[in-house]
């Protein structure tokens, strides 16, 4: 994520005072929050498995067992859990996180998009920020950027939780950019503590 870091840099030089770093945003009044705008979970290949089961699939250490012969659901299987390090083997304990979470892409730009674009956004594959995590962490979490929240094991003492800060900063910037939303000031500073770590 080196060349991701560097541009980064560049982009948040005197971004303190900047409400955006990604692009050029008039202040305007931003309509209340709408979860409902972003849809739910789609089943885009249409082969019955929606995106949380997709996540779930992608993320497993190993084969995982479904609720039904149709291998739509997943019930069980081994997670590691990227925020916490816990292992997880019961697919109801999981949530598959936003890591850029649907409230914080809303007042970034996303109350503007089309409803296709904020679906598609919110079933993203892609730009890394669907996450499997413990449903504690992800709800601990809520709408929090890295200004006020940060994983479990990037809040510990050591080199080790210096470099998970600087991951998370890393692809909560990455999935910034992919989608052209707004930083505000308190995340930049954010990113720019968390950077510091990356090459501990």
């Not at 560097?6 to 008039?26: E, H, I, N, P, Y």
């Not at 309509?31 to 849809?39: E, V």
């Not at 050591?158 to 989608?179: H, M, Q």
Request: proline share 4%.
């Amino acid at each position: 994520m080196t060349d991701l870091r560097s541009a980064g840099a560049g982009l948040l030089v005197g971004g303190a005072v900047a409400v955006s770093a990604l692009q050029g945003v008039d202040l305007v009044a931003v309509p209340a929050y709408d979860r409902a705008a972003f849809g739910g979970w789609l089943d885009v290949d249409g082969d019955c498995q929606d995106t949380r089961a997709e996540v779930l699939l992608r993320d497993a250490r190993g084969p995982v067992s479904f609720r039904s012969d149709r291998a739509c659901v997943v019930d069980a299987g081994l997670w590691l859990d990227v925020y916490s390090g816990r292992e997880i083997r019961t697919a109801g304990e999981i949530d598959v996180d936003h890591r850029v979470p649907l409230r914080a892409a809303w007042a970034a730009g996303a109350w503007a998009w089309t409803p296709a674009r904020r679906r598609a956004y919110a079933n993203d594959l892609a730009a890394g920020h669907l996450v499997a995590t413990h449903r504690s962490i992800n709800r601990s979490k809520g709408s929090r950027g890295p200004a006020a929240w940060l994983p479990p094991v990037a809040r510990l003492e050591g080199a080790a939780s210096a470099l998970a800060a600087c991951r998370y900063a890393e692809r909560w910037f990455a999935v910034k950019r992919a989608w052209g939303l707004s930083l505000e000031p308190v995340e930049v500073a954010a990113l720019r503590r968390a950077w510091r770590g990356c090459d501990g």
